[in-house]
Every structure is written in C-alpha cells, then in structure tokens.
C-alpha cells in the first residue's frame, strides 16, 4: 500500500493538502507536524511528530512512507535555516526510502526578482535534484490573501501600491492544495515542475475594478515610487519593517515575479483554475 505523508500539516496549506487528499479517498494518509494534536481529521488520519529542525524526529516520521508533500516551512530569513530545514526533510526522505516528494516552491525560482522571498525556495529545488529522489516542483504564485491585504491598504477605497504595470496571477491555497494532492497521488514516477497560478494575471488597476465588481464598493489604485510606499504605510500606522516588506513585494511585482498566469494547474489536475475571490 502507498504511504502518503504531509509535511506541515497543521498549517494553512498543509490542513488542505490533508483533507483534499481524505476527500479524493486516497487511504493512507499520514500528516507531519511539530503539533500533530492539534491537527483535525477523521480516524483514518494517522498523526506523526516531525520537525525539520530534529532530523532524528524524522527517521521515524518517515518509516514506510512512499510519497511526501514537503510543504515549505515559514522560516524565512537570511541566516539559511529554511534551507537547512528542507534540506534535512529530503536526506531524511531519501534515507527512509521514500520514491517522490512534492515541494511547494514559488514562481520563477532561480530568477525572481523577489530574491530574498524566493531564494531558499531555489535553493531547495537544487537539493531536490542533487538527490536521487523523484519529484514534482510546485511553483506557487502569491496566495490570494496578498490581493486582500493590498486592498486592507485603502483609506476611502484608495489604496496605494509600487507595482507599477506589473501584474499578479493570485491563486488560493485551495487549488495549490488540490494540486500537491493530486501530484503526490497520481503515481508519476519521475522529475517534473508545474507553475501553479490562477488563471489571469492582474495589474493593480484590475484588482480595483474586481474588488469593486466583488465588494460593491469603489477601489482605485494609486501608483507611487517605492520610497512613497514605505511613508504612506508607516504613515497609517504599519511598523516600518514591515511596510518595507510590503514596498519590496509591490517592487518585486513590478518586475515580473507574479506573472504571467499558467495553465499548468489544468494540466495536472484536470481543473479549470478558479479566478481570484475577493
Ligand atoms: N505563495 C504565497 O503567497 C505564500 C504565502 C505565505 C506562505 N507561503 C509559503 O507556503 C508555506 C505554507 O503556507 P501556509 O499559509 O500554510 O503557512 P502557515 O500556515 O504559516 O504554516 C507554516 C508551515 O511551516 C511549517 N513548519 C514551520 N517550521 C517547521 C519545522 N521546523 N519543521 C516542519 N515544518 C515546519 C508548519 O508546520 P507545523 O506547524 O504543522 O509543524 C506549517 O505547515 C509557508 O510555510 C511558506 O513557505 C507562500
């Protein structure tokens, strides 16, 4: 029997990777976390401590699993622990003799414009192929909730943004976790990579118009320089660090990072990609 364990699995992603994978009846399912009492999920779930940071935790975790969802772990900073994360996640799997691992990665690994934001993620998917493991890449877009959180942004249905002309093929973790089940499920034996995206790319103007259409209420985007940005949040009471995040994403956008949709989705599930809900 096929062993299918989640990594992460009491997190947003992870929780829907598991119950997708319940829903679809695939048996055997195995959900990894650092907190596995407090994952939901009916008696054929079967819980198991694992943190990438104890690699010891794994060797156990991973006895008799064929197929992993690796969900990527939310240790984001430059001291490398992320790296370091995943790193011993797939010399744990490849030790335990699990045959494919799905990564959640994101768009344009390797060449993104968002380097610091993507750079572990690159970073990962060269472990993955230095190993001798078969795998399936997930190149996600940015989640839905980064289109909420620009339009959070707006005083009287204004909101400011650094994205110039650039555009975002947001896609909601649902369908990133339709994806990875379905990939970790469908018994591919082999190497492949799929950008996972919504199925149009938005500019900040058509994001107004969508919130409005949505919402009922008027939105209009206001371009400004990234400087701009930055004083406008701290302005309205965002801590400065995080209004520079915020200003370094809409920067990355501008360039490219989140665009252009793909139909990758539709070729692994079988699924029209769902537009983004507001
Ligand atoms: N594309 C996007 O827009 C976007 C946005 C946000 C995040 N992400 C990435 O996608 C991932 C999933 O997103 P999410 O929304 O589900 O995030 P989340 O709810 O914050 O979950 C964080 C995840 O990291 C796991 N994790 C943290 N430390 C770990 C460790 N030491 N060992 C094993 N797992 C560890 C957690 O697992 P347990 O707590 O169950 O152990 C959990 O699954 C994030 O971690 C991040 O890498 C992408």
């Known amino acids: 029997m096929t062993k299918i364990a989640v990594s992460g699995a009491s997190g947003k992603l992870g929780q829907l990777v598991v119950a997708t994978l319940l829903e679809r009846g695939v048996r055997d399912v195995v959900a990894l976390s650092r907190s596995p009492e407090r994952i939901v999920g009916d008696r054929r779930l079967e819980k198991r401590f694992a943190d990438f940071d104890e690699p010891q935790s794994l060797e156990v975790a991973l006895a008799d699993v064929s197929r992993l969802v690796l969900i990527s772990t939310d240790a984001l900073g430059a001291d490398g622990r992320r790296v370091r994360q995943h790193r011993a996640a797939i ?15 994101m768009l344009h690994a390797g060449v993104s414009p968002l380097k610091m934001m993507v750079a572990d993620h690159w970073a990962t998917e060269l472990v993955l192929a230095e190993s001798g493991l078969g795998h399936t890449v997930l190149r996600h877009a940015f989640y839905d909730d980064l289109a909420k959180g620009i339009l959070a942004r707006a005083a009287s249905g204004v909101f400011p943004h650094a994205a110039g002309a650039g555009r975002v093929a947001y896609v909601s973790r649902r369908q990133c976790a339709l994806a990875a089940a379905i990939a970790v499920s469908d018994g591919f034996v082999g190497r492949r990579r799929f950008d996972i995206t919504g199925p149009e790319a938005l500019g900040m103007d058509e994001l107004a118009e969508l919130a409005g259409r949505q919402r009922g209420s008027d939105y209009r985007a206001e371009a400004m320089s990234r400087e701009e940005l930055v004083a ?27 665009e252009p949709a793909s139909g990758d989705l539709s070729t692994l599930t079988g699924i029209q990609a769902l537009p983004l809900e507001l």
């Open 91 to 105: 010399e744990a799997a490849e030790r335990a003799g699990v045959e494919h691992v799905v990564y959640t990665s």
């Open 232 to 258: 406008r949040l701290v302005s309205g009471g965002m801590p400065e660090m995080q209004a520079q995040v915020m200003a370094m994403i809409d920067v990355g956008i501008a360039a490219g990072a989140m």
